[in-house]
């Protein structure tokens, strides 16, 4: 039996997609790569590209959906960490930038992919980041926290939340891994940015019209 055949199911597939990024973690866009160099980074032939993907978009959109594995994993993390109210957005933020660095190459791809030139992708991010900010607002419904907001302005402030730390991502990825002080600067200013959010919010009236 050739190599090739005791291949599993999906393996090529992942192949692909660890390539793609690892050309991303080594300062490549995304939108610059073509299918050529990125099954030569995989080590497969270029013809067993379309055996998973119909072109880059169709990659990209796959990795958006892995990067929401990740998200929601961040999200898992942080709501395990809701007992300390008090505490609750400076660990979440320490969650996300642990998450950041352990993900470095998926959030440099999300970073990408946010400005970057393919629709699809975009879109796909943006739907994530959405459904982001959807399960922040049902997490501090379900804390009974932030009463006084009608639904529409609780979903903005969720969305707020999520535009910032993706704001804060660029400012991370742009530091290198290794530079503690920077990092933990990031970190202490994006959870002030924060606070400022949800205790502007917190004085907020919403229309009850």
Not at 103 to 115: D, I, K, P, Y
Request: aromatic share 8%.
């Amino acid at each position: 039996m050739t190599e090739r055949q005791r291949r599993k199911p999906g393996e090529t597939r992942e192949k692909l997609m660890n390539a793609a990024l690892a050309l991303v973690g080594k300062g490549r866009h995304f939108a610059s790569l073509g299918i050529r160099e990125v099954t030569r980074q995989a080590g497969v032939v270029p013809t067993s590209f379309y055996r998973h993907f119909r072109n880059m978009d169709d990659l990209g959109l796959q990795l958006v959906d892995e990067l929401g594995l990740v998200l929601r994993r961040m999200m898992r993390e942080a709501r395990a960490n809701v007992l300390q109210s008090d505490k609750l957005i400076e660990e979440s933020v320490g969650i996300f930038v642990a998450h950041a660095q352990a993900n470095r190459s998926f959030f440099l791809f999300m970073a990408q992919g946010l400005a970057g030139e393919s629709r699809a992708v975009q879109e796909g991010i943006r739907s994530e980041m959405r459904f982001f900010a959807s399960e922040l607002a049902n997490d501090l419904r379900r804390l009974r926290l932030m009463e006084h907001l009608s639904d529409t302005d609780l979903d903005l402030t969720c969305d707020l939340v999520v535009r910032t730390v993706a704001f804060s991502l660029t400012d991370l990825l742009s530091v290198s891994q290794d530079d503690d002080y920077q990092i933990g600067q990031i970190r202490k200013r994006t959870t002030r940015f924060l606070q400022m959010i949800f205790l502007g919010a917190g004085h907020w009236q919403s229309d009850s019209a």
